[in-house]
């Protein structure tokens, strides 16, 4: 007999951007504490295959899997709420879900059938949702739609979980937005009565709702949305605005949402456990100190576009017990004659250079790498900050002059960058990088290994340039580390610099692999050395006092 499987299916009302993926990965959390095997699935809309080929800017990060998928940031958030390892059919596109039916029809499985949206398209998609039940060997399986209900492009995916639930047991619920209106501040439900009304419209009758508010929902306005949505009152769930989003599996758990969530379900707790989750947010949220990180990006004005490297610091504070200030630098900025380097590093306990593509800022970038380099500040280099952080030492310690990326300057006297062989005839953009999952070497007592307490590692990638191994001798013998590579020994995976506090750079995007419950090790690490510098800076504060007393 067929194992049962129920599916738990997240809809959004009203607005966009209420954090329905948030939700999701924190209810998921919550059974999972409960005793449940759970796998996720996001649905997007939109007809791009897959995320990879969309602006940062416009869609926020892209998320990297094991598998080289590249996907919505969501994931990113499924994976670290529910630390989870996930591949490929947890993401499904418009344009995803589409091609696969074209190359089926193509092939000629249909078998002379006129191919249509209902049932092929919606067949398709309940294909996926089992199969993923079945490979995952999960007990419930949580669907999140993307867009907003009585949006026409994610009318087919409701259908499919309209039909999915004639024969399986799928629990409904609707996320939507409680506005507050004018200086009385009332809460107004009809927003969300027009979202339950098209969703019914739909064949849907939600089984609980989310209320995104500004403040917890008022109890006459939850049993006024029950009676005019069809939803039990004690499944009006409240979610009003958070400062620390690893707080909302808590602020559910004290509502009950997943033992009621459960019960709809005809499920019951098997057990309760979220004693490292609280003891995490409580670090979080009572810090003993605080550091401050500087990040030197370009896509500054959108934070989404850092959101993985913002949640591992998130989880350096829940684990270590710090604050972590982040300060934002547009690298073009510091490109000016007139940037002042010493004024806008002044209280800076590390700098970080994250990922990146294309030209802009990249002079900026390197400058500030120079600066952490000379004044010892700690520095981690992430993929595009690691090729920056090669050409900074090529120019400025070995003499390269004209060191550079060919990616920028394909005509460079010395590309200590330059493009992997296997890209050099790629044509597509999109799915064509190095991606996903690779192993990497850790060289013996490089600070790297301590870090990992591992010499084989796993990192996630997603780029098409690397060091040029011609200028391996000439950087290794002014000091430059290269402490993990490839097991062929041909890929510099990490670079470190031994003579400074913490001078570390990856190939890899370890951002992406990052949990709450078990931070990253590069992470810890640079978070520590900077609490380390913060704690010098301190002294030195210190003793200039004692000297001005003195004198
Ligand atoms: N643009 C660089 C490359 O393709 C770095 C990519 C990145 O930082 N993700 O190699």
């Avoid at 074209?102 to 000629?108: A, H, L």
């Avoid at 005839?425 to 190095?434: A, E, H, I, Q």
């Amino acid at each position: 007999m067929e194992r049962e499987v129920r599916y738990i299916v997240v809809t959004g009302g009203v607005i966009s951007g209420l954090g329905k993926g948030l939700f999701i990965s924190s209810l998921g959390k919550l059974l999972q504490s409960k005793g449940y095997k759970v796998v996720p699935i996001k649905i997007d809309p939109y007809i791009n295959v897959d995320a990879g080929t969309m602006n940062p800017i416009e869609h926020g990060e892209v998320f990297v899997l094991d598998d080289g998928s590249e996907v919505d940031m969501d994931l990113g958030n499924y994976e670290r709420f529910m630390n989870l390892t996930l591949t490929n059919k947890s993401s499904i596109t418009t344009g995803k879900i589409f091609q696969r039916v074209i190359e089926k029809e193509r092939r000629g499985d249909y078998l002379g059938k006129t191919v249509q949206p209902i049932p092929h398209i919606t067949g398709e998609l309940q294909h996926l949702y089992k199969e993923l039940a079945r490979e995952s060997e999960a007990e419930i399986v949580l669907i999140e739609i993307g867009g907003t209900v009585g949006d026409i492009e994610n009318q087919l995916f409701l259908e499919s979980v309209r039909e999915l639930a004639l024969e399986n047991e799928v629990f409904f619920i609707h996320c939507a937005l409680v506005p507050v209106m004018g200086s009385v501040g009332e809460q107004k439900t009809k927003p969300v009565q027009q979202s339950v009304r098209l969703l019914r419209e739909m064949g849907i009758q939600p089984n609980m709702l989310f209320c995104r508010s500004e403040k917890p929902l008022e109890e006459y306005i939850t049993k006024k949305i029950a009676a005019f949505c069809g939803v039990k009152p004690d499944y009006v769930i409240s979610g009003p605005d958070v400062k620390n989003i690893y707080d909302i599996p808590l602020i559910l758990d004290r509502q009950m949402t997943a033992e009621k969530v459960l019960a709809g379900m005809k499920l019951f707790p098997k057990q309760k456990d979220l004693r490292d989750w609280k003891k995490f947010v409580e670090n979080m949220n009572n810090p003993k100190g605080e550091i401050n990180i500087a990040i030197i990006g370009k896509y500054t004005q959108l934070k989404d576009s850092y959101a993985s490297i913002i949640e591992s610091f998130d989880h350096c504070e829940g684990n270590l017990g710090y604050k972590v200030n982040l300060k934002w630098i547009e690298s073009s900025e510091m490109e000016s004659p007139n940037a002042d380097f010493n004024q806008v590093f002044k209280n800076i306990n590390g700098i970080l250079v994250p990922g990146g593509f294309g030209s802009r800022g990249i002079e900026g970038k390197i400058k500030c790498i120079n600066y952490a380099r000379e004044n010892n500040i700690p520095f981690l280099g992430l993929c595009l900050g690691m090729q920056l952080a090669v050409i900074e030492f090529a120019r400025n310690v070995c003499g390269l002059t004209y060191a550079h990326t060919t990616e920028i300057k394909p005509e460079s006297a010395d590309p200590v960058i330059d493009i992997m062989n296997e890209q050099k005839d790629v044509k597509n953009l999109g799915g064509t990088m190095r991606l996903g999952k690779y192993p990497a070497v850790l060289k013996e007592g490089s600070l790297a290994k301590n870090l990992y307490h591992s010499s084989e590692v796993y990192e996630r990638h997603r780029h098409r340039y690397e060091v040029n191994n011609n200028y391996i001798e000439i950087l290794e013998s002014k000091g430059l580390v290269f402490s993990g590579k490839s097991p062929n020994g041909k890929l510099m995976e990490f670079i470190e610099l031994s003579d400074k506090l913490f001078f570390v750079a990856t190939q890899a995007h370890p951002e992406l692999k990052s949990r709450p419950l078990s931070p990253h090790p590069l992470f810890i690490g640079f978070a520590k050395a900077a609490i380390e510098n913060s704690r010098l800076l301190a002294e030195k504060d210190k003793s200039v006092e004692k000297v001005l007393i003195l004198n």
